[in-house]
Each structure stands twice: as structure tokens, then as C-alpha cells.
């Protein structure tokens, strides 16, 4: 009798080479981790979509991707349900991927654009297959881009509900939003275990109704080779160079950000102070925004300085040139690659008081809070920045060195052997 490797198949809902999101990322960086480790054989299956034009009949393309990585062109989504309308496509394309590689594991790092109905499908075909689905924001919960944020003023979204849904939507009823709640709730259930980044998103999906104890929690894990260096101060400076980097979206509060910046008094911000942004996707958002942050903008002036969309690979570069970090977001975020990537480079953060944020970013200890969505309470903490000199060496030392993708992967390995001993299956163990 032989023994396999560990077969693993991560599915995301994107390839880096297309989108660069921390989701795409993290799976990427899961998949790779895998593989470094011995007795495992992981395959990496990403959805494409629009621009990207598919090869023919089958949604499966070959866009000369390394070996075991494979692109699955899926575009007849229903963003309401998280559904996938073209399920011949699923049964026929996607399910012939899975046949093929028949793998012990199935973990699924995002559905989005794929469909809950892949997990249907999994489940049918492969029923001793591990299934593990990681959550990255409450998309499943919130019809509101997963952002648990009200629709009419922004305001938190604390708890869901179909009627609390129908206020943020009135053009749907509450009893369509019990189906989606139901059908989305009820699909998830197919998987054998979840996993997030964050113990405050798990408390979220636990109040939604899913049981905490097939939960657990694991940092995505980063794929950087060596720390940016502190930056190198000339003669009579401070450490005064802020960073933002993310989309520009209404919910990552870069309006607050600017406002702030533009209010600091003249006599704290002094001449070597600078606000560095490294993010796009503003021309995307709505105009009543776009005016918006161009007033803000100008309130700022010289103090605020644009350098347009960032490649990951470029962070360590980048993360030279500045001291700090600001993650100002409205909505509760989960964890943003962000942290992770500023945390190893030892540059402390201030953040908004809530969430996945408030929950890696200690206040005082490896960075500052501030209340979300103020201002005033930002160009407090901005000003602590700085006036206080010993600061940003004091939250410095506070900084704990965040995991790499293969101590990552080792502890998702962990997992994956901890459900099989549990459901009394050994996938390690099949005879060829």
C-alpha cells in the first residue's frame, strides 16, 4: 500500500494576477504555504471574469498560470442570493476540477462571483471531502457590500435583520431578505468548519446563528522577505510621515483622514509633516463623493500628497519612506492586510476604534485609536503622533512580529487534520 500527499484544493474568488485584493491574496499566500510544507499537494483554482473573455464553451481557461493553478470564468451572478445562475456550468466545468484532482480538502476563501452552490455541489460528489470556508468581511450577513454599515446615513449595523435589512433596502421586502438569510445560511451549513482571521468577525456570523465551535481562528499570512529599515531622519525632523493605502471608498473614511489633516494647526504640523495616500479607484465611486474628497483635498493642500494604486510587491519600498500608518475606515473591517504588512515593517498604526481593527491594533501599546468617523479625535492622536518624540519608539517596541504564509499554512494544515480525526476520516491515508 502507498500513502498520498495531503490533497488540498484553495478556491478564491480571484487570481493576484488579476485583482490584488487581500482576500486574492491571502489565498494565494495560503496555497503557496501549503505546498512548502512536505507530505501536502495543494491546487489553486481562482474565478475570472469580465474583462477577462473566456475560451469557447467551458468556463475553464489556461492563461499560461504555473502548474496547479487553474482560472474558472464564471459572470451569471445574482449578488443578492451569492448565487451562481449558470449551475450546468458548476456540474459540468467546475465539478470536473474537482473530480479530477478528488481532493481531501476543499477550502474555499471566498464564493463571491463563484456561488454557494459550488459547496452544494462538493458536497454531493466528494460527501468524505474536508470542506472549510474562510469569512474575510460579513458579506453572507450584509447585503450592503458586506459592510455592515447602514445604507441611509452610515451609521454601524450592530445586528442583522430582516426587517433592519428592508430599511437599508425598502425596494426589498424583509421576507426576501429571510430567503437569503436561509438559502446563504443554509448552504454554509454543507461546510465542516470556518475560518476568520479575526474573533470579531466570528462573534459576528455566531449572532447570525452559525455554532462558534466550527470555528477558528488563523491570521493570513504574509509573504515578505525582509522588514523595511526605520526611515532615516535628517537633522531637526520628526517622525512625521503618515500613510494611508487602501481603495478610496466612503467606507474607508479617507474624507475624515483629509479632514483632519487639513485642521491640524499650523505651529503642530510644521514644515516636515506629510500625509502620503497609496490607493485608487476614486473615479469609481459616486460623484457626490468624488466632489467630496476634491474639496477636502483642497482644504488640505501641499500637506496631502497623492501616489496613485500600489503592487504589493512595491510595499517594502514604500514602507521606507514613511513612520506611520492610518487606517481611518467607517465600517468594522475584519483584518486588512495592512496591519500585518505594517506591523512587520515595525511602523505603528492609528486606527478607528472598532472592529477587526480595534482588536490587532492595541491602543497605546503598538499604536493609538481613535473614535470612527472623527475628525476632531483623529487630529488628537495626530498630534500625540507628533509632539510626544519618544512615541513612535515607545509603540515600536510593542510590536510583535506577525506570522508568514507557511507558519500559516502549518496551522491550517492543523485544522485540516483535526476535522478528519473528528469526522473519523484520515485523508492522508488513501491506498492508490
Same mark, same amino acid.
Given at each position: 500500500?502507498?500513502?498520498?500527499?495531503?490533497?488540498?484544493?484553495?478556491?478564491?474568488?480571484?487570481?493576484?494576477?488579476?485583482?490584488?485584493?487581500?482576500?486574492?491574496?491571502?489565498?494565494?499566500?495560503?496555497?503557496?504555504?501549503?505546498?512548502?510544507?512536505?507530505?501536502?499537494?495543494?491546487?489553486?483554482?481562482?474565478?475570472?471574469?469580465?474583462?477577462?473573455?473566456?475560451?469557447?464553451?467551458?468556463?475553464?481557461?489556461?492563461?499560461?498560470?504555473?502548474?496547479?493553478?487553474?482560472?474558472?470564468?464564471?459572470?451569471?451572478?445574482?449578488?443578492?442570493?451569492?448565487?451562481?445562475?449558470?449551475?450546468?456550468?458548476?456540474?459540468?466545468?467546475?465539478?470536473?476540477?474537482?473530480?479530477?484532482?478528488?481532493?481531501?480538502?476543499?477550502?474555499?476563501?471566498? %464564493?463571491?462571483?463563484? /456561488?454557494?452552490?459550488?459547496?452544494?455541489?462538493?458536497?454531493?460528489? *466528494?460527501? #468524505? !471531502? $474536508?470542506?472549510?470556508?474562510?469569512?474575510?468581511?460579513?458579506?453572507?450577513?450584509?447585503?450592503?457590500?458586506?459592510?455592515?454599515?447602514?445604507?441611509?446615513?452610515?451609521?454601524?449595523?450592530?445586528?442583522?435583520?430582516?426587517?433592519?435589512?428592508?430599511?437599508?433596502?425598502?425596494?426589498?421586502?424583509?421576507?426576501?431578505?429571510?430567503?437569503?438569510?436561509?438559502?446563504?445560511?443554509?448552504?454554509?451549513?454543507?461546510?465542516?468548519?470556518?475560518?476568520?482571521?479575526?474573533?470579531?468577525?466570528?462573534?459576528?456570523?455566531?449572532?447570525?446563528?452559525?455554532?462558534?465551535?466550527?470555528?477558528?481562528?488563523?491570521?493570513?499570512?504574509?509573504?515578505?522577505?525582509?522588514?523595511?529599515?526605520?526611515?532615516?531622519?535628517?537633522?531637526?525632523?520628526?517622525?512625521?510621515? %503618515?500613510?494611508?493605502? /487602501?481603495?478610496?471608498?466612503?467606507?474607508?473614511?479617507?474624507?475624515? *483622514?483629509? #479632514? !483632519? $489633516?487639513?485642521?491640524?494647526?499650523?505651529?503642530?504640523?510644521?514644515?516636515?509633516?506629510?500625509?502620503?495616500?497609496?490607493?485608487?479607484?476614486?473615479?469609481?465611486?459616486?460623484?457626490?463623493?468624488?466632489?467630496?474628497?476634491?474639496?477636502?483635498?483642497?482644504?488640505?493642500?501641499?500637506?496631502?500628497?497623492?501616489?496613485?494604486?500600489?503592487?504589493?510587491?512595491?510595499?517594502?519600498?514604500?514602507?521606507?519612506?514613511?513612520?506611520?500608518?492610518?487606517?481611518?475606515?467607517?465600517?468594522?473591517?475584519?483584518?486588512?492586510?495592512?496591519?500585518?504588512?505594517?506591523?512587520?515593517?515595525?511602523?505603528?498604526?492609528?486606527?478607528?476604534?472598532?472592529?477587526?481593527?480595534?482588536?490587532?491594533?492595541?491602543?497605546?501599546?503598538?499604536?493609538?485609536?481613535?473614535?470612527?468617523?472623527?475628525?476632531?479625535?483623529?487630529?488628537?492622536?495626530?498630534?500625540?503622533?507628533?509632539?510626544?518624540? #519618544?512615541?513612535?519608539?515607545?509603540?515600536?517596541?510593542?510590536?510583535?512580529?506577525?506570522?508568514?504564509?507557511?507558519?500559516?499554512?502549518?496551522?491550517?494544515?492543523?485544522?485540516?487534520?483535526?476535522?478528519?480525526?473528528?469526522?473519523?476520516?484520515?485523508?492522508?491515508?488513501?491506498?492508490?
Amino acid at each position: 500500500m502507498t500513502y498520498h500527499p495531503l490533497r488540498v484544493l484553495v478556491v478564491s474568488h480571484g487570481h493576484p494576477s488579476f485583482s490584488l485584493g487581500g482576500a486574492e491574496v491571502a489565498s494565494y499566500n495560503l496555497h503557496k504555504g501549503l505546498n512548502a510544507l512536505e507530505e501536502v499537494n495543494s491546487r489553486f483554482l481562482a474565478r475570472v471574469g469580465h474583462p477577462v473573455v473566456r475560451h469557447g464553451r467551458t468556463a475553464l481557461l489556461s492563461l499560461r498560470q504555473k502548474e496547479g493553478e487553474i482560472l474558472y470564468h464564471a459572470d451569471d451572478y445574482d449578488h443578492f442570493f451569492l448565487s451562481n445562475r449558470n449551475t450546468e456550468e458548476i456540474e459540468r466545468d467546475f465539478m470536473r476540477v474537482v473530480l479530477d484532482l478528488k481532493p481531501d480538502v476543499i477550502h474555499f476563501h471566498h %464564493f463571491i462571483g463563484l /456561488g454557494l452552490e459550488c459547496l452544494y455541489a462538493v458536497r454531493k460528489a *466528494l460527501p #468524505d !471531502a $474536508v470542506i472549510v470556508v474562510t469569512f474575510h468581511e460579513f458579506l453572507s450577513i450584509c447585503h450592503h457590500h458586506g459592510q455592515m454599515v447602514k445604507t441611509r446615513n452610515n451609521n454601524l449595523c450592530r445586528q442583522a435583520s430582516p426587517a433592519d435589512c428592508n430599511a437599508c433596502f425598502p425596494d426589498i421586502s424583509p421576507a426576501r431578505f429571510l430567503r437569503r438569510e436561509n438559502f446563504v445560511r443554509g448552504l454554509l451549513e454543507l461546510a465542516d468548519h470556518f475560518v476568520s482571521p479575526s474573533h470579531f468577525l466570528v462573534d459576528r456570523y455566531v449572532d447570525w446563528g452559525l455554532d462558534r465551535s466550527r470555528f477558528t481562528v488563523i491570521e493570513n499570512g504574509l509573504d515578505i522577505a525582509e522588514p523595511a529599515p526605520p526611515r532615516v531622519l535628517a537633522p531637526g525632523t520628526r517622525r512625521a510621515r %503618515f500613510a494611508y493605502f /487602501g481603495q478610496i471608498t466612503s467606507f474607508k473614511g479617507v474624507d475624515v *483622514l483629509l #479632514d !483632519a $489633516v487639513a485642521r491640524i494647526p499650523e505651529a503642530v504640523w510644521g514644515d516636515d509633516a506629510q500625509l502620503m495616500i497609496f490607493g485608487g479607484n476614486l473615479e469609481r465611486q459616486p460623484e457626490a463623493y468624488q466632489q467630496k474628497i476634491g474639496k477636502l483635498i483642497e482644504q488640505a493642500g501641499p500637506r496631502a500628497r497623492f501616489y496613485g494604486a500600489y503592487q504589493n510587491v512595491e510595499m517594502p519600498r514604500l514602507m521606507q519612506s514613511i513612520d506611520w500608518t492610518i487606517i481611518p475606515s467607517i465600517w468594522w473591517e475584519n483584518s486588512p492586510i495592512v496591519i500585518q504588512e505594517s506591523f512587520f515593517h515595525g511602523r505603528p498604526m492609528i486606527c478607528s476604534n472598532i472592529g477587526g481593527m480595534a482588536e490587532k491594533i492595541t491602543d497605546g501599546v503598538n499604536g493609538l485609536h481613535f473614535r470612527a468617523g472623527s475628525s476632531e479625535d483623529l487630529i488628537d492622536r495626530m498630534t500625540e503622533a507628533l509632539t510626544k518624540p #519618544d512615541l513612535w519608539d515607545q509603540l515600536r517596541t510593542g510590536i510583535q512580529k506577525p506570522i508568514d504564509y507557511r507558519m500559516s499554512a502549518q496551522k491550517h494544515l492543523d485544522l485540516y487534520y483535526t476535522i478528519a480525526t473528528n469526522r473519523d476520516v484520515t485523508p492522508a491515508a488513501r491506498s492508490a
